[in-house]
């Protein structure tokens, strides 16, 4: 089927920057919008950014002018540049995507997948 696969994440130290990959793999035939969602200790899963298959970008209020969502349409691949890290941007980040995919009798459907997550620690 469709696999979604995070790297980047990583330790480093408050004002350092980091580079999250999630790279989708499998009978794809398009990609809609892909996002970026992120899930502290003790918090909900939030949306950080969403990026369209055009490459129209939105970003929560607390991560605007530090992280810039981006994404290569035929690598598959959406990236999040993260800069001026914080310590209160620690969290697990999961790539999200609504992707059309061919089933296996050749019809098209639509579903909504994640990645297994990548860590980000920041340190004060």
């Known amino acids: 089927q469709v696999q979604l696969v995070e790297s980047g994440g990583g330790l480093v130290q408050a004002g350092g920057s980091l580079r999250l990959s999630c790279a989708a793999s499998?009978?794809?035939?398009?990609?809609?919008?892909m996002g970026w969602y992120r899930r502290a200790p003790g918090k909900q899963r939030e949306l950080v950014a969403v990026i369209t298959s055009g490459g129209s970008t939105n970003y929560t209020d607390s991560v605007k002018g530090r992280f810039t969502a981006s994404r290569d349409n035929a690598k598959n691949t959406v990236y999040l540049q993260m800069n001026s890290l914080k310590p209160e941007d620690t969290a697990v980040y999961y790539c999200?995507?609504?992707?059309?995919?061919?089933?296996?009798?050749?019809?098209?459907?639509?579903?909504?997948?994640w990645g297994p997550g990548t860590q980000v620690t920041v340190s004060s």
């Open positions: 499998g009978s794809i035939f398009k990609i809609n919008a």
């Open positions: 999200n995507a609504d992707i059309m995919v061919w089933s296996s009798s050749w019809t098209l459907y639509e579903n909504d997948y």
